[in-house]
């Protein structure tokens, strides 16, 4: 059952969550270098 969690919601949830913070952190640091 390699892909079970492709079926959780709790997994997606998780993913999103990750995704999104590294797009803002990775945003946050981009303008934070270009400050500089």
């Not at 390699?2 to 797009?23: S, V």
């Amino acid at each position: 059952m390699l892909f079970a969690w492709i079926t959780d919601p709790n997994a997606w949830l998780a993913l999103g969550t990750l995704t999104l913070l590294e797009i803002v952190l990775g945003i946050d640091n981009i303008i934070f270098l270009l400050w500089w």
